[in-house]
């Protein structure tokens, strides 16, 4: 049977199987019952393309998806449009960084690993944390990854999180707890607050967002004290970005603080790839997931040297003892965020905080001047906001897409009451034409 896209010759695969015993390649699959194998055939495939017409057919494909290029985009929720400095992507394609896997081997890896622990301190300042790992699959995974760690510091199965954390972290926590027979409580919001923390009773942590999924900003200090009073520890899944102008969770007195490094140098993309943040107190070292690089010296000098002090590799062979499931990361993408924070430094990354906050108070005098349109909550918050219309978000969301403005993301579908809500993103990067055009657009649509 002719493969195309294998290099191997029937001489080649004859010698193989006879090497192995095997009389045919069908042998090698006979454990697949045969109502779950495809006839050769049975697919129904186009013709194959030559190279050129085939690219051409790709590219057609390609052009029927919303692009930034064509589209102005107000969707955040978790993943934002932010400017990326050229010399970010000038560094990750590097080929010592492109193709690298994990640095097992320090004599050979000491620049990828320096890379790393860099890394690991800028985000620890970042956060006002004392220790980070080097980094996790996403945020929502970090996030989840820190209940089940706390469960384990507390020796408690309960973890109580608020109803404005982000409603995919909360699935994916709810995932996480449940193949470990953890208790997930949910702690309601007012105003698009968390204020209440009663559910929290016998928990092992309480995790909050800052700022929330409705873009506002929590009060971490109520939170520190809600979590002092059930003997729960604080987990909070923060915005790197804000932290650079808010104070971060750490001066709280936060026990470990995660979050989604995206929008510090990582593209959109079709939602991925993305990178975990992970921080915690030292005293927690001993159970933090993922990896650590250390910085010591060389055993005749004073020469500094980079290794991986902890590591969760064993964890393999651990199964249900393993303290986490997580053995490598996308490294690629945390070297991205340390090439973005090193290019923008303090000041540079405060400004891109700042400049934010200022576009999204524009916007909102713009969009809530629109008869009909209003602020759904009042209060202190970043780069995010919720705007209620006179009618259904969705069909607004799509009628603006037509006009190449991706809107924001409609917020029926993930709270009861909620259906006329758009929960708007604007960043830095928008401009204020591009602002202006969304709320003439706006207006348009609602037939003012």
Same mark, same amino acid.
């Given at each position: 049977?002719?493969?195309?896209?294998?290099?191997?010759?029937?001489?080649?695969?004859?010698?193989?199987?006879?090497?192995?015993?095997?009389?045919?390649?069908?042998?090698?699959?006979?454990?697949?019952?045969?109502?779950?194998?495809?006839?050769?055939?049975?697919?129904?495939?186009?013709?194959?393309?030559?190279?050129?017409?085939?690219?051409?057919?790709?590219?057609?494909?390609?052009?029927?998806?919303?692009?930034?290029?064509?589209?102005?985009?107000?969707?955040?929720?978790?993943?934002?449009? +932010?400017?990326?400095?050229?010399?970010?992507?000038?560094?990750?394609?590097?080929?010592?960084?492109?193709?690298?896997?994990?640095?097992?081997? #320090?004599?050979?890896?000491?620049?990828?690993?320096?890379?790393?622990?860099?890394?690991?301190?800028?985000?620890?300042?970042?956060?006002?944390?004392?220790?980070?790992?080097?980094?996790?699959?996403?945020?929502?995974?970090?996030?989840?990854?820190?209940?089940?760690?706390?469960?384990?510091?507390?020796? +408690?199965?309960?973890?109580?999180?608020?109803?404005?954390?982000?409603?995919?972290?909360?699935?994916?926590?709810?995932?996480?707890?449940?193949?470990?027979?953890?208790?997930?409580?949910?702690?309601?919001?007012?105003?698009? =607050?968390?204020?209440?923390?009663?559910?929290?009773?016998?928990?092992?942590?309480?995790?909050?967002?800052? #700022?929330?999924?409705?873009?506002?900003?929590?009060?971490?200090?109520?939170?520190?004290?809600?979590?002092?009073?059930?003997?729960?520890?604080?987990?909070?899944?923060?915005?790197?970005?804000?932290?650079? =102008?808010?104070?971060?969770?750490?001066?709280?007195?936060?026990?470990?603080?995660?979050?989604?490094?995206? #929008?510090?140098?990582?593209?959109?993309?079709? $939602?991925?790839?993305?990178? $975990?943040?992970?921080?915690?107190?030292? !005293?927690?070292?001993?159970?933090?997931?993922? @990896?650590?690089? $250390? /910085?010591?010296?060389?055993?005749?000098?004073?020469?500094?040297?980079?290794?991986?002090?902890? +590591?969760?590799?064993?964890?393999?062979?651990?199964?249900?003892?393993?303290?986490?499931?997580?053995?490598?990361?996308?490294?690629?993408?945390?070297?991205?965020?340390?090439?973005?924070?090193?290019?923008?430094?303090?000041?540079?990354? @405060?400004?891109?905080?700042?400049?934010?906050?200022?576009?999204?108070?524009? %916007?909102?005098?713009?969009?809530?001047?629109?008869?009909?349109?209003?602020?759904?909550?009042?209060?202190?918050?970043?780069?995010?906001?919720?705007?209620?219309?006179?009618?259904?978000?969705?069909?607004?969301?799509?009628?603006?897409?037509? /006009?190449?403005?991706? %809107?924001?993301?409609?917020?029926?579908?993930?709270?009861?009451?909620? !259906?006329?809500?758009?929960?708007?993103?604007?960043?830095?990067?928008?401009?204020?034409?591009?602002?202006?055009?969304?709320?003439?657009?706006?207006?348009?649509?609602?037939?003012?």
């Amino acid at each position: 049977m002719a493969r195309p896209y294998i290099p191997h010759t029937e001489a080649d695969e004859r010698e193989m199987l006879a090497v192995i015993g095997a009389d045919s390649i069908d042998d090698l699959l006979r454990e697949i019952p045969a109502n779950l194998k495809l006839a050769p055939g049975s697919l129904n495939l186009p013709t194959a393309l030559d190279e050129p017409r085939l690219m051409k057919h790709l590219a057609e494909i390609a052009a029927k998806n919303v692009n930034l290029s064509d589209t102005v985009c107000f969707l955040g929720a978790g993943i934002y449009e +932010r400017y990326i400095p050229a010399t970010v992507s000038a560094v990750i394609s590097r080929g010592e960084f492109l193709t690298a896997y994990t640095p097992y081997q #320090p004599e050979v890896s000491q620049g990828y690993l320096q890379t790393i622990y860099e890394f690991q301190t800028m985000i620890a300042e970042l956060y006002g944390m004392e220790i980070a790992n080097a980094s996790m699959y996403d945020g929502a995974t970090a996030l989840a990854e820190a209940a089940i760690m706390a469960t384990g510091i507390k020796g +408690r199965q309960k973890v109580a999180v608020s109803d404005v954390v982000h409603p995919h972290y909360r699935q994916v926590i709810d995932t996480y707890c449940w193949s470990m027979g953890i208790e997930v409580v949910t702690l309601p919001s007012q105003d698009g =607050l968390t204020t209440n923390f009663e559910a929290a009773d016998g928990a092992a942590c309480i995790l909050v967002q800052y #700022p929330n999924f409705f873009g506002l900003i929590e009060d971490l200090s109520a939170v520190r004290t809600a979590a002092d009073a059930h003997g729960a520890l604080m987990i909070v899944s923060a915005d790197p970005i804000a932290c650079a =102008l808010l104070t971060p969770p750490g001066h709280f007195g936060a026990d470990i603080v995660t979050g989604e490094g995206q #929008p510090m140098g990582v593209p959109m993309g079709l $939602g991925g790839p993305l990178v $975990g943040l992970f921080t915690c107190k030292s !005293e927690f070292v001993r159970q933090i997931p993922g @990896r650590i690089v $250390g /910085r010591t010296k060389e055993a005749h000098g004073d020469k500094p040297g980079y290794v991986m002090t902890l +590591r969760t590799r064993e964890q393999d062979i651990r199964r249900e003892k393993a303290t986490s499931n997580i053995c490598t990361n996308e490294a690629l993408m945390a070297l991205a965020c340390t090439v973005y924070m090193t290019a923008l430094g303090k000041n540079g990354l @405060r400004q891109v905080a700042e400049s934010s906050v200022r576009n999204t108070q524009y %916007a909102i005098d713009q969009l809530t001047a629109i008869p009909g349109v209003k602020l759904r909550f009042v209060g202190k918050r970043f780069d995010e906001f919720v705007l209620t219309v006179p009618s259904e978000a969705s069909g607004v969301r799509d009628q603006l897409l037509g /006009r190449n403005i991706l %809107a924001g993301l409609p917020l029926g579908p993930y709270y009861s009451g909620m !259906e006329n809500d758009l929960l708007i993103a604007v960043t830095e990067v928008r401009t204020k034409a591009e602002i202006d055009g969304f709320a003439e657009a706006l207006r348009s649509t609602l037939g003012q």
